[in-house]
């Protein structure tokens, strides 16, 4: 399934004030935002990101006809200012920056990297070889009071005593090594009102281990000052968040850094018409910040 852009006209609006600026689209993925600040800016550019190179280079197909105003990175947006200077592009100068935060479509859907609990997989979860270990490694060699907490922190999951309990009763036995292995203890740990829900049991759990596996919060406070440094006076940079951990980390961000003004006093959200037609847009906070 094509990777379906949240907020998409709302967030190259808020940042695309100039025809013939710089931008940097920090999580290219299907590369929905990347080809609208192109096409709504003729004369602009714009440097696009992403950790996962099968992404990167299949969009870099998609977009071929745009590529004389594109470049195309594999990188880690927290090391942004090596990006940019590698690419001779000086602080200040960069007129908006998007952040579009989480996974895509291509991800979940490819049943090999291990983002589903649907599809069997090996543990896996790295968004790119950046990442220092695997999904498995975490749920096999963490302490269990550790996995607990990542557990309740990354997932907000109120059931995570229970699951890292019997994740460990369970490896004893045999290594996790599966998704479907681990949402099956997912759904074992669980009281059955809730193996019955409306969202299924493992999804939690699966979120956190995901934000872990490729520190997502920490890639995110260290990509945020970055493209501050980056931002050229009156730029913006706009974040799109799927989770209160990110939010909140924008929102401080945002607050705390002197040379930004707030845009968006309150996150703006989708409507109900996008809520309806992408699921996945309803946990979607979009903020955004100008350089002063
Ligand atoms: C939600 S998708 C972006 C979708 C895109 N805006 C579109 O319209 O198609 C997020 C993408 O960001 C990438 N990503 C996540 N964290 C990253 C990071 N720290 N550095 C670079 N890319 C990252 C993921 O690999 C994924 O492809």
Same mark, same amino acid.
């Given at each position: 399934?094509?990777?379906?852009?949240?907020?998409?006209?709302?967030?190259?609006?808020?940042?695309?004030?100039?025809?013939?600026?710089?931008?940097?689209?920090?999580?290219?993925?299907?590369?929905?935002?990347?080809?609208?600040?192109?096409?709504?800016?003729?004369?602009?550019?714009?440097?696009?990101?992403?950790?996962?190179?099968?992404?990167?280079?299949?969009?870099?197909?998609?977009?071929?006809?745009?590529?004389?105003?594109?470049?195309?990175?594999?990188?880690?947006?927290?090391?942004?200012?090596?990006?940019?200077?590698?690419?001779?592009?000086?602080?200040?100068?960069?007129?908006?920056?998007?952040?579009?935060?989480?996974?895509?479509?291509?991800?979940?859907?490819?049943?090999?990297?291990?983002?589903?609990?649907?599809?069997?997989?090996?543990?896996?979860?790295?968004?790119?070889?950046?990442?220092?270990?695997?999904?498995?490694?975490?749920?096999?060699?963490?302490?269990?009071?550790?996995?607990?907490?990542?557990?309740?922190?990354?997932?907000?999951?109120?059931?995570?005593?229970?699951?890292?309990?019997?994740?460990?009763?369970?490896? &004893?036995?045999?290594? *996790?090594?599966?998704?479907?292995? @681990? =949402?099956?203890?997912?759904?074992? +740990? %669980?009281? !059955? $009102?809730?193996?019955?829900?409306?969202?299924?049991?493992?999804?939690?759990?699966?979120?956190?281990?995901?934000?872990?596996?490729?520190?997502?919060?920490?890639?995110? &406070?260290?990509?945020? *000052?970055?493209?501050?440094?980056? @931002? =050229?006076?009156?730029?913006?940079? +706009? %974040?799109? !968040? $799927?989770?209160?951990?990110?939010?909140?980390?924008?929102?401080?961000?945002?607050?705390?850094?002197?040379?930004?003004?707030?845009?968006?006093?309150?996150?703006?959200?989708?409507?109900?018409?996008?809520?309806?037609?992408?699921?996945?847009?309803?946990?979607?906070?979009?903020? %955004?910040?100008?350089?002063?």
């Amino acid at each position: 399934m094509d990777h379906v852009s949240v907020l998409l006209a709302e967030t190259v609006a808020f940042v695309n004030a100039r025809p013939d600026g710089l931008y940097v689209d920090a999580t290219l993925g299907g590369g929905g935002h990347t080809r609208k600040l192109l096409e709504s800016s003729p004369q602009s550019k714009v440097i696009a990101l992403d950790r996962d190179e099968k992404i990167l280079e299949l969009t870099r197909e998609k977009l071929k006809a745009l590529k004389a105003r594109a470049v195309f990175v594999k990188a880690n947006f927290r090391d942004l200012d090596k990006v940019l200077a590698g690419l001779q592009v000086l602080p200040r100068s960069v007129n908006g920056f998007i952040f579009d935060l989480g996974v895509s479509s291509f991800q979940l859907d490819d049943g090999a990297r291990g983002f589903s609990f649907r599809t069997e997989a090996p543990l896996d979860m790295r968004m790119g070889g950046d990442a220092k270990y695997d999904a498995a490694a975490l749920v096999n060699e963490l302490p269990q009071e550790e996995l607990e907490r990542l557990i309740r922190a990354f997932g907000g999951e109120n059931f995570a005593g229970r699951i890292a309990r019997v994740i460990v009763e369970e490896r &004893k036995l045999k290594r *996790v090594a599966t998704t479907l292995e @681990l =949402a099956n203890i997912v759904s074992k +740990a %669980v009281p !059955s $009102f809730y193996r019955h829900g409306k969202l299924h049991p493992a999804t939690r759990t699966f979120q956190a281990l995901r934000i872990a596996v490729n520190d997502e919060l920490g890639a995110l &406070k260290e990509g945020l *000052v970055k493209a501050a440094a980056y @931002l =050229a006076r009156g730029g913006r940079i +706009a %974040v799109i !968040s $799927f989770h209160s951990l990110e939010d909140r980390i924008v929102k401080d961000y945002f607050k705390s850094d002197e040379t930004l003004k707030v845009i968006t006093k309150k996150p703006v959200v989708p409507d109900d018409a996008e809520t309806a037609e992408n699921r996945r847009s309803r946990s979607a906070k979009l903020r %955004v910040a100008e350089k002063l």
